[in-house]
């Protein structure tokens, strides 16, 4: 089953073994969809988790064979180009993508910086990211190489949108949530601003990055559909794309 992950109403594409997921329901208004509130959930943390909260429901209240996690406007599909439903990939379609690989995950993007200065620009302080590197030297000393090595690169796949068998699934939920968990007991969140109280949604996205590359996980890259991103928007998202890979290049050879 692929969970679509949304706080407010919107057209739910017509696509079987698609279920929209209202995240942070603990503490706000029933939209009519399947609530993150049900069984055992952190919704209540959806403020500062954002769509992880919807991550940590499948985890723990499905048995669904295959596990996948979207948003209600960004959907794997055919085109980074495009805007239409119609193009937004069938669950039998990311299947047969598993077929000779591990996991699906959105496209590769380029920062302009490695990405360890580019979560400091706006996400994260250099004390809560020096915490949570010795979180992981803590709690999984195995995947610091693999964490250091992410950082000084420059390459991530965005937004916690997977798809993968279950036990894949639920394995990386155990690691993610277990740092992420370790970490909120040492951060002080009223000393963030409004945006970057959205830190572990903001973490998670680079961490799921480090858990793949540890396990040398065979990925099918593909593009990530958005209903609301404008033609213009979506001009500028390739060419940041291209002049991002360049200049990094150039600035570190």
Not at 30 to 55: H, M, Q, V
Not at 142 to 161: E, P
């Amino acid at each position: 089953m692929i969970y679509i992950a949304t706080h407010k109403t919107f057209d739910v594409p017509k696509l079987s073994d698609y279920i929209p997921l209202q995240v942070g329901s603990a503490i706000h208004s029933d939209l009519g969809y399947a609530r993150d509130n049900d069984g055992c959930n952190i919704s209540e943390k959806n403020p500062n988790f954002c769509e992880l909260t919807g991550l940590y429901w499948i985890w723990k209240n499905t048995s669904d064979e295959y596990k996948g996690l979207v948003h209600y406007r960004r959907y794997f599909g055919k085109s980074n180009m495009s805007s239409s439903a119609g193009d937004i990939y069938t669950y039998d379609a990311l299947l047969d993508k598993l077929s000779n690989n591990d996991i699906v995950l959105p496209y590769v993007e380029y920062f302009l910086q490695d990405a360890h200065r580019e979560i400091l620009v706006s996400c994260c302080t250099e004390d809560i990211f020096q915490n949570l590197r010795a979180v992981v030297l803590k709690l999984y000393p195995q995947y610091i190489n693999a964490f250091d090595a992410f950082f000084r690169g420059n390459k991530c796949t965005l937004f916690n949108m997977m798809f993968c068998r279950a036990q894949l699934f639920d394995q990386y939920c155990e690691w993610l949530f277990a740092i992420l968990f370790e970490l909120e007991k040492q951060v002080d969140l009223t000393n963030l601003n409004d945006y970057q109280k959205r830190l572990f949604g903001f973490l998670s996205e680079r961490l799921l990055n480090v858990w793949v590359l540890h396990n040398g996980l065979k990925v099918r890259n593909v593009p990530v559909i958005n209903t609301e991103m404008k033609a213009m928007e979506r001009l500028n998202l390739l060419r940041r794309r291209c002049t991002n890979s360049i200049r990094f290049w150039l600035h570190n050879i």
